[in-house]
Structures are given as structure tokens and as C-alpha cells.
């Protein structure tokens, strides 16, 4: 398809959430004057996710996250309207309200959902929750302030145990379920969970490992009471939240002939979209937890993160390059970083420790619950986490951005006894 050389008049963004916000946000920022139309279909104006499952679930915020919006934005908003379909040869969105809307630029920026309990009828139960969306929060908040006995949590990633250490702030009994060997394992690789492990045990939590909920016990007013385990155990629990993971929203793509899988949306260096058969759609443009891209920095891989930062970053190259034409488009990098608190701790994480094989505390000590540690893949630096110790990570995170030999910055007067370890468990 050939590159569009007139200057576009109207943008449509599908995705009113952190990604589309900001995309809209950075065409005014370089001087775009058209018009700009943001189609969402949850109810409320943009708004920021992370604190729903820290802050607002301890009630320490209201569900009300709105982000920022600069006075003279000047957008369209369409909420509560979802996209259901794309005829990207007719430039043209079909959307639940019956009605239709043209682009001469479109962002898909539609994100990602809680994957449900795969249960429908288990899943509806009153006190069966997951966490997504401001809703979602609200609804979850109210569940913990009537006091359950336990709270069973599913799903030992960031989401779960972050819902877990809310919980144990209010005071309330919790199981975390958790079917592999240690919680957040992928993420963070074994010697940074196995920490964690012990961080969330000695927090109060029943921590389950190699566990498998197979299914729920309701009682008459189909309210859950307890969950069957695999292995035949029963575990009562009067307020269940499924934390799976998250599901890419494509479907309102199919027929459109891009190129999606349960990645998300395939697009160049350059944010725009790719068809099934790899050409680029030069007028359609996908980013933040939708997209998924090739990341110079690892070897031209596809990435595809849910992060808070790649969102924002990758938003606005889309949008830079959606107003930019062919001689002016520019490539999108990011490396991935990523922030949680739980259990009183502030975890940072920079780069991809993705097939990680080695870690090295290089700061700080497991002990003390203070540290930095590199993780090493063939000989390279490819990714730093830190715990309680982010004002070290701008050196190690220069290391990773150049992957430098693995371990990086040895011999510094501040540093830990480096001893670096064998490491398992880090997939994507
Ligand atoms: C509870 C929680 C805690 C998190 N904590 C952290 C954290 O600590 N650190 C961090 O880095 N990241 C965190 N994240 C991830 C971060 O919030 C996401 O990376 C970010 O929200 C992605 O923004 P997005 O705009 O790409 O997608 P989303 O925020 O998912 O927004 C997509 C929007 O598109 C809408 N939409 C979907 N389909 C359609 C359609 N067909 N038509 C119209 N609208 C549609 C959706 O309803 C949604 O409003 C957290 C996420 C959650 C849910």
C-alpha cells in the first residue's frame, strides 16, 4: 500500500485509556491542528490503572484516577461506544452504537482485559472478582470492606500478589494460589522470587505453591464458599479473585486482515500496523499493551509488555509518526521497565530478563531486603531489578541499554561481594 501524502485532517483513536490519551496529548504537542476523536468503551474519561491494585483497593485513593488532561486538548470523546469492526481499504471504524466514523489516521490503542475464570457460571458468582478497570476496583473494594473470612487469590503474577499485600494491609486472611513453583518466577527469575516467596510468607499470606484451583463450591445463592483444588483439597474462601493475566482486545479487528494474534497487533518500527501477509498499512497505527513490535535492542524480537512506561512512550511516537509522512517517520525503541509495591516494597525492573541464565546481587543484600540485582544471558547484561533500592538503578539501567559484559560496574566502593548465580524460570 502506498504511503498517504496528504496531511491527515481527522485522527481516530479506538482505546480512550493511557495509551490514547497520550497519543492525543503528543499531536498537539507538535503542532497538529485537525480534528482528533477518541472512542472508548468504558464509561469514564482516561484514566490511570496502577493504583487501582495498590492504593485504591488499601482505600487509600478513591476509584477516581483520572489522568491528566491538558486544557486545550481539544478532542472528541466518544465513551461508552466500542469499535466492532475495521475496513481499513474504506478507512472506516463500525461502531456499537450503529453509527460509523472515517480516519484519515487511526490508532488502535484498545489495550488489554482481565482473563477471566474460564468457568462462565463460576465466574459470575457474586464474589468471584478480577481486576482491570475502575469498575472492576470499586467493585473489588466494596467485597474486601464487608470483611471476608479469606480471600483466595489466583495467580501468582504482579496483579495477585499485589491484591494479596492490599490484603493483608486491611487486615484481612489470604490464600494465594499459585500453579508454578514460586510466585512472579516469570517475571523476575527464580532468585528474585524465591525472595519473594519469603517476603509474602512472612507477610501473613497462605501462599500456595503448585496449586491448581479446578473448581468452586457455591452455596444455595450460588455465592462461592469454597474452591476445589486439583489434587482434591478444598480451601474455603468467601471472596475469590481470578488474577490470570490479561487478554489482548482484537477482536473487533477480525475480518480487517492484519496481522493479530494473541500477541496483539503486529506493527513495524515506525508504530503502523502490518496485514497478514506483512505489508505495512501506512495510515493505521497500533500502540501501548495492543501492540506488539520489534525491539532493536533485542535483536529485532517482537515485544509485547504490559507496561505503564511503554504505553506512554510508544503512543507518542505513533502519534509523531502518524502526522510525520514517509521522509519523516521515526523508530520506536523502548527498553522495558516496569514498577510494583507490595508488602511495603517498591520493586523496579529495567530491561528483559526473557531467557535469562545468570543473577548477581551487585548492591545491597537479599538480607536486608535492600538490593539491586543484574541478570546476565550469555555473558550480557540484559535486565536490573530493584528492591527497595531504585535511587542505584540509572547506572545499571545505562548497563542494560548497551548490554554491557555481564556482571556490569564490578569493583564500585558501595558495592555487594558480587556472586553470580545460575538463574531459571524468566520465560516471556
Ligand atoms: C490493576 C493494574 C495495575 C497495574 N500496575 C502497573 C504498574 O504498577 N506498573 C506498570 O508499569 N504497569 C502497570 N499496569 C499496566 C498499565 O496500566 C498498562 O500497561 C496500561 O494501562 C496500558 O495502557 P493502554 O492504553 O495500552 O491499554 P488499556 O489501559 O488497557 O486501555 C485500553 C482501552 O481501550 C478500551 N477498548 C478495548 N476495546 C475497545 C473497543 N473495541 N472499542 C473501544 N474501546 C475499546 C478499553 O476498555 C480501555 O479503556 C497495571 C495494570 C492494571 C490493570
Not at 16 to 45: C, F, K, N, Q
Not at 127 to 156: C, F, M, Q, S, W
Not at 410 to 418: E, F, P, R, Y
Amino acid at each position: 500500500m502506498t504511503a498517504p501524502t496528504e496531511a491527515p485532517r481527522q485522527i481516530v483513536i479506538v482505546g480512550a485509556s493511557l495509551a490514547g490519551l497520550s497519543a492525543a496529548h503528543a499531536l498537539r504537542d507538535v503542532g497538529y491542528g485537525g480534528r482528533i476523536i477518541l472512542i472508548g468503551d468504558e464509561h469514564e474519561p482516561p484514566y490511570d490503572r496502577p493504583p487501582l491494585s495498590k492504593q485504591v483497593l488499601r482505600g487509600l485513593y478513591s476509584a477516581d484516577t483520572s489522568l491528566p488532561q491538558r486544557a486545550d486538548l481539544d478532542a472528541t470523546f466518544r465513551l461508552g461506544v466500542g469499535a466492532l469492526g475495521l475496513d481499513t481499504l474504506a478507512h472506516r471504524i463500525y461502531l456499537s452504537d450503529g453509527t460509523q466514523i472515517v480516519y484519515d489516521r487511526l490508532l488502535i490503542a484498545t489495550g488489554t482485559r482481565a482473563r477471566p475464570w474460564p468457568n462462565g457460571a463460576e465466574a459470575a458468582s457474586s464474589n468471584v472478582y478480577t481486576l482491570r478497570g475502575h469498575a472492576d476496583a470499586e467493585h473489588l473494594a466494596r467485597g474486601l470492606a464487608g470483611k471476608p473470612r479469606r480471600v483466595l487469590i489466583i495467580g501468582g503474577g504482579f496483579i495477585g500478589c499485589e491484591i494479596a499485600s492490599c490484603c493483608r494491609d486491611l487486615g484481612l486472611d489470604v490464600t494465594l494460589a499459585v500453579r508454578g513453583t514460586l510466585p512472579l518466577a516469570h517475571a523476575l527469575g527464580s532468585v528474585t522470587a524465591a525472595f519473594m516467596r519469603d517476603v509474602i510468607r512472612d507477610r501473613g499470606v497462605d501462599l500456595r505453591l503448585e496449586t491448581e484451583v479446578a473448581r468452586f463450591q457455591a452455596d444455595a445463592d450460588s455465592r462461592v464458599v469454597a474452591a476445589i483444588l486439583r489434587n482434591g483439597q478444598r480451601i474455603e474462601a468467601d471472596c475469590v479473585v481470578a488474577a490470570l493475566g490479561a487478554l489482548r482486545n482484537t477482536e473487533w479487528l477480525a475480518g480487517a486482515g492484519l496481522a493479530v494474534s494473541l500477541k496483539g497487533v503486529r506493527v513495524d518500527t515506525h508504530c503502523r500496523v502490518l496485514t497478514a501477509t506483512r505489508a505495512v498499512v501506512p495510515d493505521v497505527f497500533a500502540a501501548g499493551d495492543v501492540a506488539h513490535w520489534p525491539s532493536a535492542i533485542y535483536g529485532n524480537r517482537h515485544l509485547a509488555v504490559e507496561h505503564w512506561g511503554n504505553a506512554v512512550a510508544q503512543a507518542q511516537t505513533a502519534a509523531r509518526n502518524m502526522v510525520a509522512g514517509e521522509a519523516g517517520l521515526i523508530p520506536y525503541d523502548h527498553l522495558p521497565d516496569f514498577w510494583s509495591q507490595q508488602f511495603g516494597l517498591n520493586i523496579k525492573l529495567v530491561g528483559l530478563p526473557t531467557g535469562a541464565d545468570q543473577f548477581a546481587v551487585v548492591q545491597g543484600s537479599l538480607r536486608d531486603r535492600r538490593f539491586i540485582g543484574v541478570y546476565g544471558a550469555q555473558g550480557r547484561t540484559v535486565a536490573a531489578v530493584s528492591v527497595d533500592s531504585a535511587r542505584w538503578l540509572p547506572a545499571y539501567r545505562a548497563a542494560v541499554a548497551e548490554a554491557t559484559p555481564f556482571p556490569p560496574i564490578v569493583g564500585a566502593l558501595d558495592q555487594a561481594d558480587i556472586r553470580p548465580q545460575p538463574l531459571a524460570q524468566v520465560v516471556s
